[in-house]
């Protein structure tokens, strides 16, 4: 049977595979995209445990293009799951997304053949396809992590973790319920389930520093008129100039040039009047350079969460006194009335730094204290082997035999958060050392999405077939990435951010950390003076010999125990969609 031949092969149906197709396709591009799951919207497919919903603002978590946001409208500020979903069935119908994509399709692994100069795409099912553009678009949360519990199939009740939470959802009330984790889908699933239940334990490694959502319904009339009036081009146009890709950015004034009270309004109009990110991504400049500045931050958080917490004891695990980390170095969450649900006389608070899990029972979790409860459901919001993870678990296998893992065996290294070396007419989006989770998804996926299609449109006129990063543009963005982590807080806490989560995994910043504006300029200028970051070569023309001696791992045979959440879940008969 012949293999399938396409000029780019997009793997995961979320926003930036959607934006890809949507660009590349007017520039006459063959393109197929394949889907592990049975729907598109990526994450979103996904994303269905209880609560599931969106902490950025409606009018940037869309495509950014007139044609297609002027049709849609969102009716709720933060958009739940059944509303993205409803959202991804849109701009299929309006972008005829899904007759170019299969779902279904589980990726495995991807093999450079330098004769040919495309690769060689490998699925689960035994299908094969060739692509002379390979563009991984899985994001950076596709790898789910599970903590080496002992005894979890021993366990006789349901667990689920929310990245794999069945498609046709669980019935949680009325049932004796524990959430082990309190990162985003933790909170929400708390939140949601927590008032229905005969009883909930939550299991809190540490305190989510969760901001007020200030949730509310969508005016229609008055979005129809900013569509008018081009409130929404200018503001998507301005969070390409913010930080993070949001519509609004650090007050240019440093903490301590504020009089108290000066800062105790600020911080009030921020955390309680505005809501969302405001408090985390619209404070003083120096919040993340100044530890007294982030200090400030923190004890004006605390003694406002305190007060919607009864229980003194929960609110010492909760707002803790002496933090366990800075303000907003780890990622915060949205809430809606999550510290309210512990004041229900049947929710429970575990600080599982002071009482830790020891195993899991027939009936439920027993903790070091030999304190043992019993349960119908466990929730597992234990996250992911972030930003790497998604990339490193494929079988993508490059120039000299590596494969992503073995790339970055010794640590992360890529060319403009986009590429790597070795890995020719590869790119990847909303991945390692980009803006990716200092960033709004579809800000960080649309500014990456508009560099490729240009980039795609001069090789297609130049007749470019093979072009890949050059080492040296790899060492140079890496070294720029530490420099830009290391001007920061962020370092001093334990995080995702950097891995840390991980048990056994390289620390190390995975995002960049130096803002959008820097990101977009880092980008055009790898292309100045004639591709002056990349190796390009035309049809016919011989690839480059590098310089640099070439390193051939072995393929790694083993996964550290607790990294790999599918392996761990396949046990205990979970769904996985």
Request: one cysteine or more.
């Amino acid at each position: 049977m012949a293999i399938a031949e396409y000029d780019v092969l997009l793997v995961g149906a979320g926003f930036g595979s959607i934006c890809m197709l949507h660009r590349l396709r007017k520039q006459g591009f063959n393109i197929r995209i394949f889907e592990k799951g049975g729907g598109s919207g990526g994450i979103w497919y996904w994303n269905c445990y209880p609560g599931a919903r969106v902490d950025s603002d409606a009018p940037i978590y869309q495509l950014f293009e007139k044609e297609v946001y002027n049709d849609f409208q969102f009716k709720e500020r933060y958009p739940g799951g059944p509303e993205l979903r409803r959202y991804f069935d849109y701009l299929d119908k309006k972008l005829d997304v899904n007759s170019h994509v299969d779902f279904n399709k589980t990726v495995t692994g991807a093999t450079f053949n330098e004769e040919r100069r495309q690769w060689l795409v490998e699925c689960e099912d035994g299908t094969k396809a060739w692509a002379r553009w390979f563009i991984p678009s899985i994001g950076f949360a596709a790898k789910p992590y599970v903590p080496p519990y002992k005894n979890m199939d021993k366990f006789k009740g349901e667990v689920h973790h929310t990245a794999y939470w069945p498609q046709s959802g669980v019935d949680m009330k009325r049932k004796r319920i524990a959430v082990i984790g309190t990162g985003a889908s933790g909170v929400q699933t708390i939140q949601e389930v927590g008032r229905d239940a005969t009883h909930l334990t939550v299991y809190q490694r540490t305190p989510n520093y969760a901001l007020p959502m200030n949730q509310r319904k969508v005016n229609d009339a008055e979005v129809v008129e900013q569509k008018k009036n081009g409130y929404y081009e200018k503001t998507f146009e301005n969070v390409y100039t913010t930080f993070a890709g949001f519509n609004y950015d650090f007050k240019e004034m440093n903490t301590f040039d504020a009089t108290p009270e000066e800062r105790e309004k600020f911080y009030h109009h921020l955390l309680v009047e505005k809501g969302g990110f405001e408090f985390w991504l619209a404070n003083y400049q120096d919040t993340y350079k100044d530890e007294k500045a982030n200090m400030e931050a923190y004890k004006f958080w605390k003694s406002y969460v305190r007060t919607k917490i009864r229980d003194s004891a929960k609110a010492a695990i909760l707002a803790p006194e002496n933090p366990p980390h800075g303000f907003g170095l780890k990622r915060p969450s949205l809430e809606q009335y999550y510290y309210e649900i512990y004041n229900l006389p049947h929710v429970d608070l575990i600080d599982v730094g002071a009482d830790p899990i020891d195993e899991f029972t027939e009936k439920g979790i027993r903790t070091k204290s030999g304190d043992e409860q019993e349960f119908d459901v466990i929730a597992l919001a234990t996250g992911f082997d972030s930003v790497t993870g998604s990339l490193a678990q494929l079988d993508i296998r490059g120039t000299t035999g590596k494969s992503i893992a073995d790339h970055w065996k010794n640590g992360l290294r890529t060319a403009v958060g986009m590429a790597l070396n070795e890995f020719p007419n590869m790119f990847f989006l909303y991945g390692p050392q980009a803006p990716t989770a200092f960033s709004n998804g579809p800000s960080c996926v649309q500014l990456q999405a508009r560099w490729l299609d240009g980039v795609m449109a001069d090789l297609k006129k130049n007749n470019i077939t093979r072009f890949e990063a050059k080492r040296e543009t790899e060492d140079e963005w890496t070294r720029r990435t530490h420099h830009e982590w290391d001007q920061t807080l962020f370092p001093k806490a334990k995080s995702w951010y950097q891995g840390a989560n991980i048990p056994g995994r390289k620390v190390e910043p995975l995002n960049w950390a130096g803002g959008i504006p820097a990101y977009i300029k880092a980008l055009d200028e790898s292309m100045d003076k004639g591709y002056q970051g990349w190796y390009a070569t035309k049809a016919g023309e011989e690839p480059p010999k590098q310089e640099k001696p070439v390193e051939v791992y072995e393929h790694p045979s083993k996964v550290e125990d607790g990294q790999d959440a599918a392996e761990k879940l396949k046990g205990l008969d979970l769904q996985s969609a």
